[in-house]
């Protein structure tokens, strides 16, 4: 069984919204507490110690892998502008939630929780289910029966249990009452939300610094995520904002998140983040009505945008990427989508489509 070393160097938790510092030892599923007492509920982030490099800006030094990152960065070939995608499809599971699983799996077991839960419309229970298996622990799965029966039977596999509820809302409330028994919550559990636990977040970090060592130490002008609570984007977000902390850079790329239906469009528009925002669509896996602080964030901070895409542009998108041989999910395509819709605004411009979600690709 593989060892478990945490970074030394990793010091506190701070909320990235009011700066308040907390120690190591809380584990911080909900966020900041002083915040949600406010009813602002927000993220943490760790902090770590000088001086600062590639190492110490992670929270292990080992951890449990199966082999996930280090995926490509392939040119598109399309008319404008000069695209890449990064194609986490490659990873073990097909997604970019096997980042995050390695850590939060690697945080459970060295901190002896009985095992995992997590409510997911497919993708990252999978994720969550396949490592928590390699790491030998017990794992359970909250769904809707929405969930695609051939990925349920695959996750059952593993040896994971599946509970059903009638809504995506009260996949939060069982959650809660596991997490409360002694399981690891692999993704957010209250409302309004925050994002993932803070040390699994910390893994998409790595995205980040996968583009810049393939651009030769350059960045791109753009990173279009397809965004819902904000994980993925808030994680490269991070990584690209160390890159520029530790000199490495001069800026940092303008995050641009793709949502099905106006959400943080609308936040950025001037509503609360806390809101809830109606909206219906078959792109599941960025599906939900809400938005988090860490989501907002990001954007602001980098100067980037929200983009709606639906479902008719992502299967034109889609159609796009098969005829170059590349098959990804609806909700990946999305922010290739959104890329379309854009091109009289940077049609020149690098531009660095983050993806995942292929374990359906039609």
Same mark, same amino acid.
């Given at each position: ?21 907390? @120690? ?29 490099? !590639?190492?110490?800006? =992670? &929270? ?6 199966? $082999? ?43 901190? !002896?929780?009985?095992?995992?839960? /997590?409510? *997911? ?15 030998? =622990? ?6 809707? &029966? ?29 959650? !809660? ?18 994002? %993932? ?9 790595? #995205?980040?610094?996968? #583009? ?7 960045? &791109? ?5 397809? @965004? ?31 949502? &099905? ?13 806390? $809101?809830?925002?109606?909206?219906? %669509?078959?792109?599941?896996? /960025? ?5 988090? !602080? ?37 909700? *990946? +395509? ?8 854009? =091109? ?5 411009? +690098?531009?660095? /489509?983050? %993806? ?7």
């Amino acid at each position: 069984m593989q060892n478990i070393i945490w970074n030394p160097n990793m010091s506190h938790y701070e909320c990235i919204q009011c700066s308040q510092l907390y @120690s190591l030892e809380e584990d911080m599923f909900e966020g900041c507490p002083a915040c949600a007492l406010d009813h602002q509920p927000a993220s943490v982030k760790p902090v770590y110690h000088e001086p600062w490099s !590639k190492d110490n800006l =992670l &929270p292990f030094r080992q951890h449990i892998t199966m $082999g996930e990152g280090g995926t490509s960065l392939l040119p598109l070939n399309i008319e404008h502008g000069s695209v890449y995608i990064k194609l986490e499809s490659q990873n073990p599971t097909g997604s970019h939630k096997d980042r995050m699983s390695a850590y939060v799996v690697s945080m459970a077991r060295s901190r !002896k929780y009985k095992g995992m839960v /997590i409510a *997911s419309s497919g993708n990252a229970g999978l994720s969550v289910a396949s490592y928590a298996a390699f790491a030998g =622990l017990p794992c359970v799965l909250i769904a809707t &029966p929405q969930l695609n029966e051939e990925l349920a039977k695959v996750i059952q596999a593993t040896g994971a249990v599946i509970v059903w509820t009638d809504t995506s809302m009260e996949r939060w409330e069982r959650m !809660k009452d596991y997490v409360n028994d002694g399981y690891f919550p692999a993704s957010n559990y209250i409302n309004p939300p925050v994002g %993932t636990m803070p040390v699994g977040v910390q893994a998409y970090k790595m #995205i980040a610094r996968e #583009i810049y060592e393939d651009f030769s130490g350059q960045i &791109p002008s753009q990173v279009i995520v397809p @965004s819902s609570r904000g994980d993925l984007l808030w994680g490269i977000y991070e990584g690209f904002q160390e890159l520029n902390q530790t000199g490495k850079t001069s800026s940092i790329p303008q995050m641009i998140a793709v949502e &099905p239906f106006p959400r943080l469009k609308r936040v950025l528009e001037g509503e609360s983040y806390t $809101g809830w925002f109606e909206g219906a %669509t078959n792109l599941v896996s /960025i599906n939900g009505q809400t938005v988090t !602080k860490q989501l907002e964030q990001a954007v602001r901070k980098s100067r980037g945008k929200a983009v709606v895409a639906d479902e008719k542009q992502s299967r034109h998108a889609q159609e796009q990427l098969h005829r170059l041989g590349i098959h990804l999910e609806l909700s *990946s +395509t999305a922010a290739l989508a959104a890329y379309y819709q854009k =091109l009289n605004k940077y049609p020149s411009s +690098t531009i660095v /489509i983050g %993806t995942s979600f292929s374990f359906t690709p039609i």
